[in-house]
């Protein structure tokens, strides 16, 4: 009867799989024997550690990490083993697996920071709502232009403004994606950055339209802001940024409709704000108001081709690039 089961293939299914088991337990021992002497044991994750180390030591698994390999395991031990992984071991197995899990996770982290110059930011009370950072960049994009911003609570608003790929929406991105990595823990495409933690974070960027739903361009960036809008209306301490707003209707709703969102939001004092457009005519509107930051990314002509520094400057641009381009790609010349 033994013989006959040495030879089914769910055996040697129980076999595989209990030998994985065994070298799955002995690389996580001798990954906290190295790690343990070192400055890693002092962490913030030592909690963690201890409470792997103590899963390591139930006796049974203790057992079963010693077992070797490369011998033959009688059926008594193999049918043991399989009834405790599968019932009393398995919450502890599932925490040697999660650790393991968050270790690759940790590693991928680290590999990819030393390789791209990531570092680790500072965060700060949510109440003293400020954003501070140099080398900022986009985490993609390899080599990129760092920028430097300050956002605090006596100037929590950005009011951004620049030509057609002159950087806008990248910086944007860049700032709501490094906040975001940073608020998770993990380190962020800057030389350094100081943030006060958020409670939610609104972006209104590359809003496409909602065919099922009905939603125009336009409409759709109306319910985005209204959302954000909500949600700061209840207190919280947010990130809001919105790109080129309403840019989706004409040119007079769209003036009228960025200044008076864009003064709107910036009496909520507990809350970061950035707001991007090529209406330069509303900063022009908005320059009286103490709490706005004006800054643009600028466009440096070169004959008649334009080039870009993205380098955040501060004031309200004066590009008008746009018909430019249009003439440099030939649409005219083609449609004569």
Do not use: W
């Not at 100037?155 to 975001?180: D, E, H, P, R, W």
């Not at 790109?243 to 910036?266: C, H, I, P, Q, S």
């Amino acid at each position: 009867m033994l013989s006959g089961l040495t030879r089914d293939e769910r055996y040697k299914q129980s076999i595989q799989g209990l030998h994985a088991v065994i070298a799955t337990l002995q690389k996580a021992h001798q990954f906290l024997q190295l790690i343990g002497s070192t400055a890693i044991a002092k962490s913030p994750y030592l909690r963690r550690l201890q409470e792997v180390s103590a899963v390591l030591a139930n006796p049974d698994l203790e057992k079963l990490r010693e077992v070797d390999i490369y011998k033959s395991l009688p059926i008594s031990i193999l049918a043991k083993y399989d009834h405790l992984l599968k019932n009393e071991l398995s919450t502890q197995m599932e925490t040697i697996l999660t650790f393991i899990s968050e270790v690759d996770v940790f590693i991928s982290v680290s590999d990819v920071s030393r390789e791209r110059g990531f570092h680790y930011a500072m965060a700060l009370p949510a109440q003293s709502n400020q954003l501070n950072v140099t080398g900022l960049r986009h985490p993609a994009i390899i080599n990129g232009v760092g920028n430097e911003l300050q956002l605090t609570r006596s100037k929590n608003v950005l009011f951004l403004t620049g030509a057609n790929m002159a950087g806008k929406s990248t910086l944007m991105k860049s700032i709501g994606i490094n906040l975001y990595l940073g608020q998770m823990g993990f380190p962020v495409a800057a030389d350094e950055m100081e943030f006060s933690v958020r409670e939610g974070l609104y972006s209104s960027i590359n809003v496409a339209d909602n065919i099922n739903l009905g939603y125009s361009h336009f409409y759709a960036e109306v319910i985005r802001v209204k959302q954000a809008a909500e949600a700061a209306a209840s207190g919280q301490r947010l990130l809001l940024m919105f790109d080129e707003l309403f840019k989706g209707t004409n040119v007079k709703d769209a003036f009228d409709g960025t200044l008076a969102v864009t003064e709107a939001f910036a009496e909520y004092e507990e809350c970061l704000f950035i707001v991007s457009t090529h209406i330069i005519e509303v900063g022009e509107a908005l320059k009286n108001t103490s709490n706005i930051k004006f800054g643009y990314m600028p466009t440096v002509m070169d004959g008649m081709r334009p080039h870009y520094t993205y380098q955040l400057t501060a004031g309200i641009t004066k590009d008008r690039q746009g018909m430019l381009i249009i003439e440099n790609e030939g649409i005219l010349e083609l449609l004569r």
